[in-house]
């Protein structure tokens, strides 16, 4: 399965932000955590060997454990439906959805874990983001975050998401220098690695026409194919992150 962390993919949906951080170098998914069963046959496709379990608020470390399954990082984007802007009733992390971030605590917790790599919409700066920070504050993890949209990798839309990196405190990654943060790392590889990230995306943005006109694929398998592609991740961004991450520990061992 490769070398580097055991990551639990919490929420996973079409299992972007693991991929992304698989392709950083950072570890390796061991498992699922995903409720939708359109998602799931994506993510058993992906990764055959990995357990998924379907519902976060029955997965314990026990349940882990019984299968010789011991993840060290968790990467989690839990839903957003309660902080997103286009929900103007949204009680943020008091609501019944966007609340599921505690149980991301819970499993770093119980599991002993050396990071969480978490993803939500930027709104939740404004609606409970507190209650995230003082639950992880609570099992001793310090965390960093930052609103970052796809084209700042070269994607031609926007899409801004909140990343939230999280390790246990006193790793002293950041010292006196913002630039030795996870996102400062990141931001400065952004001109190097970022830009090139979506090169190929004119040559199939030029062929849509040509594709939809001829695939034949029925309306509702491209309703679930677009459902699932629309609650991911750019993988691009959590790559780069992880590759931050890498760079801070390689420097702090």
């Not at 609650?231 to 992150?241: D, R, S």
Request: aromatic share 8%; net charge negative; with cysteine.
């Amino acid at each position: 399965m490769g070398e580097g962390l055991s990551i639990l993919d919490l929420f996973s949906g079409a299992g972007g932000l693991g991929y992304g951080l698989e392709q950083s170098g950072v570890g390796h998914v061991v498992a699922h955590c995903e409720i939708d069963p359109h998602n799931q046959r994506i993510l058993k496709a992906r990764h055959p060997e990995a357990y998924i379990h379907d519902d976060v608020r029955t997965l314990t470390a026990a349940v882990l454990h019984e299968r010789g399954i011991y993840p060290d990082a968790i990467a989690a984007g839990f839903p957003c439906q309660d902080a997103s802007i286009a929900n103007q009733s949204g009680q943020g992390t008091l609501g019944e959805r966007t609340g599921l971030f505690v149980h991301v605590v819970r499993l770093a917790r119980d599991l002993g874990c050396k990071v969480i790599f978490m993803e939500n919409v930027p709104e939740l700066l404004n609606r409970g983001f507190g209650d995230v920070l003082g639950a992880l504050a609570e099992i001793r993890f310090d965390a960093e975050w930052e609103v970052i949209s796809a084209s700042a990798m070269g994607a031609p839309h926007k899409r801004e998401r909140l990343y939230i990196v999280a390790y246990p405190s006193g790793q002293g990654w950041q010292g006196s220098e913002p630039d030795n943060s996870i996102f400062g790392r990141a931001f400065k590889a952004f001109p190097e690695y970022g830009h090139t990230a979506f090169d190929a995306w004119g040559y199939l943005d030029a062929s849509v026409e040509l594709v939809r006109d001829c695939d034949g694929l029925s309306v509702g398998m491209e309703r679930r194919r677009l459902y699932a592609l629309g609650n991911a991740v750019v993988p691009q961004i959590p790559e780069l992150l992880g590759r931050a991450y890498l760079s801070a520990i390689g420097e702090a061992a």
